[in-house]
Structure formats: structure tokens, C-alpha cells
């Protein structure tokens, strides 16, 4: 029998999480206040988040302990298994090996638990008794509820309208959990309202959603919002996964030529990438690729600039690759990389050179779905379809190439909340979207105005 998975055992668990802020070539440059365009205080972002969680964003301590509380909701699922995907290798008949991280084993179904109850404990030590967020598909609105279930903190989740019309399950998901989910744009917020009065049939969006959240939260005493990407912090949380990666590929005797993950807001690949990243900052040959849809390119086609992480412009500036904040991207099936911003953390990192952007096709991302689904099983969510996608290409490459190439990526999370989407692909309802120069160079418009960062494109 050949061997598919690494278990490390519960008692090997990392017990810190890795920031890669200690290690960046170039440091990074400060969020913004949204009016006075001054590098924001803890102060000011004292309204929306708790301190001790602003101290985590602002930090650039290299480990940072996980709280014992978070250990213990993490033992529920983690560490996660790493898997070889040796059917896969063999359906490509390819030289390469294959492996992955399986952050769909969580109870919400991907990674987003890594942070969501992280970011719930340290709101419960801080005397927060609501959170208030956004979700697009609803997998950090259901990782949010699951965790202030397990703190007993009421929540509060904006779901974009669209979604919530279309995906019933999730929403469903979270009201177990004990959530109260509304579709936005809603009348309940000064910012709702405002775009329901331009546009009473608002589809909503993520950026409207956020603007949504962080009202309410700034609005209702006791309440903080929370961000289930983007953000310094979460990357720190994610990094639970890569920690885990480099004892498990140890396990199998084995180093990374290429690593892979799909990138939204950036958090899952950040994740899994960073702590190898390191190795990378200190000399080591490998390639770190982001890989996000071809019809919201923030990395490959959206410049490094300033901007605002919501639509109503109540948000911080965060210097980050970006299509401009007004950017509604097209209702791809893959919801979570459906965002106009991109972790300023990876955004560093690409002008760095350390992390290589990459885009792919909707169509080809089902494709490479299906593939995976049949070789190995497990039915993937559409956003982590994408890093499959481009696993496969690297994998023909090394084919074609004759190398034996290593191959790790991040399997985000599992599909079975996302059939709707599959059964679009069946029935060929699905296309690839081209985006044209002259909507990108509009919605680009909106930053002129703006600060700009020392390394702006
Ligand atoms: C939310 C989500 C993503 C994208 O978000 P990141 O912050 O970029 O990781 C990717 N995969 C799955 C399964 C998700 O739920």
C-alpha cells in the first residue's frame, strides 16, 4: 500500500503562530486614517477591533503564542492531514508529486475556523459581547457563528444579497449555529440604505456588505466587527497551516519546489505559503504562487496603491494590490475571491519577488475540480478549484519537462455546500468572463485622489 496521508499527532500541534511582518525584505507601509489620511493609531482602529487584536496587526513579533482556549477548539479538527495525491499524479501521468493540506476537515468545511476562533476568543477576553461581519458565500459567516457559539458571543453576519438568495445552505449553517444572517445591501444600516436608494435591486457585493458591518458595529455598544481575510492578523492565525506543513512534509521525507493556493484575500494561501516563505527570504529555490480568478485579477492586473477596504469608504486605506474599491467583480461561483483588495502582507510580497501572482479560468477551474473529484475524491469548493487548476498546469509542466517537481497546495475547503455551482457547469450555464482594460482602468479611477504608497504601480 503506498502511503496517501501524513497525520502529525495532536500532541505536535504547533504551539505559536509564525508572522511573517519580522521577516519581510521590504517593511510594511501603514494603514491609513479614512478621513485624515494619516498612518492610523491603535486609537483609531479602537472602534472597530479589540486592542488586543490591533496589537497583533500592528506587531512584528516573529511567534506569537496561541492561546491554550484556541488550542483546545483547534484539537477539534487540527492538525489537518496532509494528503499525496497520488491519483491525481497518476491521472496526469505525471513525474511530479503532488501533495496537499486538507483545511476542508473543519467543522465549518475550510480554513477560515483558523482565525474566526481565534479572533472570537480574543474579542470574549476583551469584553465584546457582538461581532458583526460580512460573507460573500458564507464560509466565514458560518466560521464566525460556529466560533462566538463556542464563546457565547452573539453575531451579527451581512450576507451579500445575492448569495443569500442563491445559497441557502450556508445561511442555514449559520442560524444553527445561532447567528442572526441578513441579506445586504439591508435597510438596517445608514450605508444600506444608501445604496438601496441608488439602486433598489442591488445585487450587493463584499465591499457594500463590509461598509454594512462596520456601521453596525461602530453603532452598537459592546460590538466589534471582524475581517475573515485581508487583515495582518489573519495571516498570522493561518499560519497554523503552513507551521503544520513543514513537520508533515518532513514526515514524508520531502521539500516543496512549488507551492500553491488559491487567493482571495489572500488568507488561505498566506497561510500555508509563509512559513516556507522564510525559507525562500533566507535562499531557498521555490516557487510561491497565488493563483486568482482571470475576472477579478487584483494581482495580476489591479496596481499597488492605497485604498479603501469597503465600498462606502469608511475602512482604513490599506496599501495593497487592488481594482479600486467601487470594482464589483463578475458572480463567479467562486465567492470567496470575489474581493476588489488583496492582503497587503501578499501584496508586499509580490513586489518583493517572493510570491508569484497567477490567474486562471472559471472553465478551467471546474475542469481541474472534476479531475480532482474523480482521482482522488474529495469534491472542492470552487475557490480552491483554482489552486488545483494551476497544480495541474505545474504538473503537465514538469511532465513535458521531465522533472520531478514537488508540488504542494492548499485545499481550502470541501464543495458539498457548493453542488449549484457544479450543476451550472453541467448544464453549461457557466463561461469564462473576459474583463476589458476599460473597466478596470474606470473603477481604477476612483484612487487618484488617494495617498499614494512609496512603491506604487
Ligand atoms: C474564503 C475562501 C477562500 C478565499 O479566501 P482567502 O482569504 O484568500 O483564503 C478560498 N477557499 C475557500 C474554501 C474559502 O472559503
Known amino acids: 500500500m503506498e502511503i496517501k496521508k501524513y497525520l502529525l499527532p495532536e500532541k505536535e500541534m504547533p504551539r505559536k503562530w509564525y508572522n511573517i511582518m519580522a521577516d519581510m525584505p521590504t517593511p510594511m507601509e501603514p494603514p491609513l486614517h479614512p478621513g485624515t489620511g494619516q498612518p492610523c493609531s ?62 476542508g476537515v473543519s467543522p465549518a468545511g475550510s480554513h477560515k475556523p483558523n ?57 442555514l449553517m449559520m442560524e444553527t449555529w445561532g447567528a442572526n444572517c441578513i441579506p445586504s445591501p439591508s435597510t438596517e444600516t445608514q450605508a444600506g440604505r444608501s445604496i438601496l436608494e441608488k439602486d433598489p435591486d442591488s445585487p450587493g457585493s463584499l465591499g457594500m456588505a463590509i461598509s454594512e458591518a462596520v456601521e453596525a458595529a461602530v453603532t452598537t455598544p459592546d460590538t466589534k466587527y471582524a475581517l475573515g481575510s485581508v487583515l495582518n492578523h489573519v495571516m498570522i ?12 512534509m518532513k514526515m514524508a521525507g520531502d521539500y516543496p519546489d512549488i507551492i500553491i493556493g488559491s487567493a482571495g484575500g489572500g488568507s488561505n494561501f498566506a497561510g500555508l505559503a509563509m512559513p516556507f516563505a522564510l525559507d525562500k527570504i533566507n535562499g531557498k529555490d521555490i516557487d510561491i504562487i497565488a493563483v486568482e480568478p482571470a475576472s ?8 499597488f496603491a492605497y485604498d479603501f477596504g469597503d465600498t462606502v469608504k469608511m475602512t482604513p486605506l490599506l496599501p495593497m494590490h487592488t481594482l479600486g474599491h467601487n470594482f464589483v467583480p463578475a458572480p463567479l461561483h467562486a465567492g470567496g475571491l470575489r474581493y476588489h483588495g488583496m492582503s497587503p502582507i501578499v501584496s508586499q510580497l509580490v513586489l518583493d519577488g517572493i510570491v508569484r501572482p497567477e490567474s ?52 481550502s475547503g470541501h464543495g458539498l455546500v457548493d453542488m449549484r455551482a457544479y450543476e451550472s457547469y453541467f448544464k453549461g450555464n457557466l463561461s469564462d468572463m473576459d474583463l476589458p482594460q476599460d473597466v478596470i482602468d474606470a473603477a481604477l479611477k476612483d484612487l487618484e485622489n488617494l ?7
Open 42 to 103: 491603535p486609537d483609531d482602529l479602537a472602534p472597530i477591533f479589540p486592542m488586543n487584536l490591533i496589537e497583533q496587526e500592528m506587531s512584528t513579533d516573529r511567534w506569537i503564542d496561541i492561546p491554550e482556549e484556541v488550542l483546545d477548539k483547534y484539537a477539534i479538527w487540527r492538525p489537518s492531514p496532509l494528503y499525496r495525491a497520488t491519483g491525481l499524479e497518476k491521472a496526469l501521468g505525471t513525474p511530479a508529486k503532488i501533495y496537499f493540506k486538507n483545511e
Open 237 to 248: 492565525h493561518q499560519s497554523i497551516i503552513g507551521l503544520e506543513a513543514i513537520k508533515q
Open 296 to 303: 477579478c485579477p487584483t494581482l495580476t492586473r489591479g496596481p
Open 451 to 457: 495617498p499614494k504608497p512609496r512603491q506604487a504601480t
Open 360 to 411: 486562471v479560468r472559471q472553465m478551467e477551474t471546474f475542469e481541474a475540480g472534476l479531475k480532482f473529484a474523480r482521482s482522488e475524491g474529495y469534491i472542492s469548493a470552487p475557490e480552491c478549484n483554482h489552486a488545483i487548476a494551476m497544480t495541474i498546469k505545474e504538473a503537465l509542466k514538469a511532465k513535458e519537462e521531465g522533472k520531478e517537481k514537488t508540488i504542494l497546495f492548499n485545499w
Open 115 to 171: 482565525t474566526a476562533v481565534a479572533q472570537a476568543y480574543y474579542n470574549k477576553i476583551a469584553g465584546t459581547k457582538k461581532i458583526t461581519t460580512e460573507t460573500g458565500a458564507g464560509q466565514w459567516g458560518s466560521a464566525l457563528s460556529m466560533s462566538c457559539a463556542f464563546f457565547g458571543i452573539e453575531c451579527k453576519v451581512f450576507m451579500v444579497k445575492v448569495s443569500y438568495n442563491q445559497k441557502p445552505y450556508r445561511r
